[in-house]
């Protein structure tokens, strides 16, 4: 068996031989990713029950078609974005080749979270090799059945040359960082990415780091309850409220708070039945321990709950939950909750809804439900955060001409489509020079006498 090091060392020296430079290389492995998915879907709904109950409709959206189709945006783009970009010139290189070369990396390292185990693996995979790297692939090991289909299928289709899967829990990913790479691009919590950010330091290695926080669902002004009840209920439960853009907490006036909340009862009646626990459309918690944590929070918070509450720690679940008298120091305000719990905050104005948003880390998503544009626009000007949008939740993620990533301690850098290509090249300045006007040259050159510096 090879040595994690060994692995490195082999695709390093694959790297060097140029194999992923042409183009054609890099769509074949784009392709055969591309049959991979296309071949072993149910497979892959398989394992994404086992490791979630995701629901099939759910897989389909958001693991299985989010990665074909940046696969053929990848492929539809790729010839044009690897075209060297030239650039504006003054006068002192008005003869000169002035262009920006996207040149691949070298060898990276995509790490990989659980709570989309699919879609949060491939997506940075298809950029990798799209910008011509080599890419060892760190599934997490917390979704176990799909960790290993992909251990199984990945080497069953690309070029096992240029990248390999390597499992493992933290231990076996500190071994892992202590070797060299290009890049490191890292999905997951703000606790280990501080551990990849240490370890990619030794090698000054750049890291793009995809985190998560707690994105605000703001409420505010006229609005259509019925509408934002039905898209908030659908952006939140999704996968179970694991997922690092579903709205994390709502913030919104009594008035409206109290408009909502029958709502809310009636949607997620309609969506998940009178008995959320035996609908096929809610998924499961990923594991007891993260069970655990989200019934130690709904416990801890002062909060009242006025839908759901009910568990079951041997099905992993958790109800569909909605808190009120939620207040801005509660358990369930002090950290990400991700899962299926909503507090809902009051406050009496925008202004004071704008500032408790600033007074949080920056999120990865900022959501503003209103009817009124002046409304969203103040929203937009006075925050930020990784992505925004408004009268929905998550949808903003799926269109690839936008950049998904965060701002703060939500992330750093980011990808999808071309964005996702730039990420993992480097934008190599070039200049190519004749002998041209040698004379003029001589303005620069010593001696520096007074005349020139007259010029
Ligand atoms: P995690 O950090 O526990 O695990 C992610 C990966 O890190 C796994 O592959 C795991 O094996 C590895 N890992 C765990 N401990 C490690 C250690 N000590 N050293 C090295 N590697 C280690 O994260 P998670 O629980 O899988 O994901 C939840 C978090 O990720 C949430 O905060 C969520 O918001 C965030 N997230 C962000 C995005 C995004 O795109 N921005 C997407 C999904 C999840």
Known sequence: METQSQVVDRLRS???????????????????????IQENEEQILKALHEDLAKPKFEAIMSEVD?????????????????????????????????FVRREPLGVVLIIGPWNYPLHLLLLPLVSAIAAGNCAVIKPSEVSAHTDRLMAELIPKYLSQDCYTVVRGAAEETTTLLLNRFDHIFYTGSQTVARIIMRAASVHLTPVTLELGGKCPCFIYGRVDIVAAARRLVWSKYFNAGQSCVAPDYVLCSPDTRDALLPALRQTLEEFYSKEPQTSPDMS???????????????????GKVVVGGESDREDKYIAPTVLVNVAEDDALMAEEIFGP?????????????????????KPLALYVFS?????????????????????????????????????????YGSYHGRWGFETFSHRRACMLRGWALERLNSLRYPPYTETKLSW
């Open 66 to 98: 989010i990665v074909v189709n940046e696969l053929y945006f990848a492929i539809t783009n790729l010839t044009s974005w690897i075209q060297p970009e030239y650039v504006s010139k003054n006068l002192a290189t008005k003869l000169d080749d002035c």
């Open 341 to 361: 719990i909503l507090p809902i905050l009051t406050v009496e104005s925008l202004e004071e809804g704008i500032a408790l948003i600033n007074r949080q880390e």
């Open 371 to 411: 009817d009124e544009s002046s409304v969203v626009n103040t929203v937009l000007e006075k925050t930020s955060s990784g992505g925004f949008c408004s009268n929905d939740g998550i949808i903003h993620m799926c269109l690839p001409t936008l950049p998904f990533g965060g701002v703060g301690t939500s992330g």
């Open 14 to 36: 694959v790297f060097r031989s140029g194999i992923t430079i042409p183009v054609e290389f890099r769509l074949t492995q784009l392709n055969k990713l591309m049959s991979m």
């Open 284 to 302: 499961r918690i990923v594991s007891p321990r993260h069970w655990t944590r989200l019934m130690e929070l709904l416990t801890r918070s002062a």
